[in-house]
């Protein structure tokens, strides 16, 4: 799986393209950052956290519709809204702790490379953080590189990022 990531106008829209499962629409991203947008911190730590029940975990799996995207096709859209599975516990769990890596590791990169200033109530110090400073190292350099590409790319550029997992294992259950 492929997620593309292109640079809009004050936004920036996400393409997901598997071999698996149906094909998705675009969507827009949530919010906008000029060096590293939400989504693209989600697939950074989903990577080195080895989430798989997070944004592209989910994707990936190809087992279901839930909601963050959606189905390219009209008739294949209607379908899947009907059949629209919840996350399982383990997804819900996965996602909280994706979403929260996203925030924190965004936050204390800024802090780090003098973009923003240290704040002891958000995002408080690496130490504090209770994560691994070896990984919290390794997505700040992927963020560090990512930014650079990303800062330069004028409006209308993409940027195109793997998934490292297999796809098309998702297992869950309908409720």
Known sequence: M?????????????AVHRDVGHALAPRNGPGFHDA???DVA????ETEWRI?????????????????????????????????RAPTESESADMA????????????????????RPDPAWPGTEAA?????ELLQKVYDRYDDFSRTWSSLPAGRSVTMPWPFPEGV???ARR
């Open 2 to 14: 492929e997620i593309t990531f292109t640079k809009l106008a004050g936004r920036y829209e996400i």
């Open 36 to 38: 590293v947008p939400h």
């Open 42 to 45: 989600h697939l950074i730590v």
């Open 52 to 84: 798989r029940g997070g944004v592209y975990g989910r994707l990936a799996a190809a087992d279901g519709d839930d909601g963050m995207f959606w189905a390219a096709d009209p008739a294949v859209k209607r379908k899947a809204t009907k059949n629209r």
């Open 97 to 116: 702790k994706s979403e929260r890596l996203a925030s924190l590791t965004v936050a204390l990169w800024e802090v780090a490379r003098g973009r923003r």
């Open 129 to 133: 953080s209770g994560e691994s400073n």
């Open 170 to 172: 998702g297992t869950r």
